[in-house]
């Protein structure tokens, strides 16, 4: 009875000794403690310097960093400008260059192991399994014209292309007009609207031309899907797109340039997406025979410019804005704009032919 005693007793002096000790060499391990401190701040800062080092490779190949390595960086440079203050203090503190211990030395040896502790933790979070991913393509934003000019003729196409894709039963949608009239500006501005306002989670933009590659096609729907097709053949990578289409809500597909009749599905857009309502196509053609083989639902002609609108759009293009310089041009300007033989577009392409001629 009485060894248990004794064992009981020893066990809380223990208790009671092992926190004076902990305690005591705040006042007496100063110059240790400050050792351990130095080491482990150059510790941390190379854990940085190699983050640093793979954030600027990762953005060279525009990878989007990871958020975590974000939040880790600015609280690795935060407690590093917190430990540099300390250690100016340390230096300027008259009662660091003597052997007495004072309250003062304790809290600043308290205050030095506490920040010892955090730069271990933080830079053992330095290892990263995932760094960073590949960033999200701008998509239809990249293709998006700047200063898109709207006039009469264009507000009605505009208005009815916004309308069929706000209309469950259509899934389909032709737009046709002579080339050069704006549809591709046009249906650019209608996908960004469309992304912007929530009428669907993604719009991806393509264009056929008369040579209609196929396996072109699918790469750049593949690029502005966010990944990447494996598979050798042109069926193989249209049915891994039709998986890709098929992960999305609702999403917008812009098949710019058609020339001729071709099977949507060979690319990847199967009638099922677009029957469900998870998938609308716009197609642009410059005749609408291309709209009708193409089974379009709603077809909707872009008229072009008329002569007001267009003189506005040459002004516009030319930066032509002085009084007397329009004077002496507008009489040559307009007549040769008669004996054209295209008329002008809100896209600036045909105003472009027009001008150097």
Wanted: net charge positive.
């Amino acid at each position: 009875m009485a060894e248990v005693g004794i064992s009981v007793a020893a066990k809380g002096a223990e208790y009671l000794v092992q926190p004076l000790i902990h305690q005591g060499q705040y006042l007496f391990c100063g110059n240790k403690i400050l050792k351990s401190l130095e080491d482990k701040k150059q510790e941390l800062i190379l854990t940085q310097s190699n983050v640093l080092i793979g954030v600027e490779e990762a953005k060279r190949k525009t990878e989007r960093i990871e958020d975590v390595v974000e939040k880790w960086s600015t609280e690795v440079q935060s407690l590093l400008e917190e430990v540099e203050k300390l250690e100016q203090h340390i230096k300027a503190n008259s009662c660091f260059q003597v052997w007495c211990p004072t309250w003062r030395r304790y809290h600043l040896n308290k205050r030095m192991v506490k920040n010892t502790k955090m730069m271990i933790e933080v830079n053992n979070k330095g290892n990263f399994k995932i760094f960073a991913r590949f960033a999200t393509l701008p998509g239809i934003y990249y293709s998006s014209t700047e200063g898109f000019t709207f006039f009469e003729s264009t507000k009605l196409a505009y208005a009815q292309l916004l309308e069929a894709l706000q209309d469950d039963g259509i899934y389909r949608i032709g737009l046709y007009g002579i080339g050069g009239s704006g549809k591709t500006t046009l249906v650019t501005e209608v996908g960004k609207t469309a992304k912007e306002s929530n009428l669907f989670d993604g719009v991806v933009a393509v264009t056929v031309s008369q040579t209609q590659n196929i396996r072109n096609i699918q790469g750049q729907m593949a690029d502005m899907l966010n990944f990447k097709l494996e598979e050798e053949t042109e069926e193989g990578r249209a049915q891994r797109l039709h998986m890709r289409l098929k992960q999305e809500k609702k999403i917008l597909v812009i098949v710019d340039d058609v020339w001729g009749e071709f099977n949507l599905k060979d690319i990847g857009i199967a009638f099922d997406i677009c029957h469900n309502g998870s998938c609308k196509v716009i197609l642009t053609t410059r005749r609408k025979r291309v709209c009708t083989l193409m089974d379009c639902q709603k077809m909707i002609m872009l008229k072009l410019l008329n002569e007001d609108e267009a003189w506005a759009l040459f002004q516009k293009h030319a930066h032509i804005d002085d009084q007397s310089s329009l004077s002496l041009l507008n009489s040559v300007a307009r007549e040769k704009m008669r004996r054209t033989t295209h008329s002008y577009s809100s896209s600036g392409k045909v105003l472009e032919r027009t001008i150097y001629s």
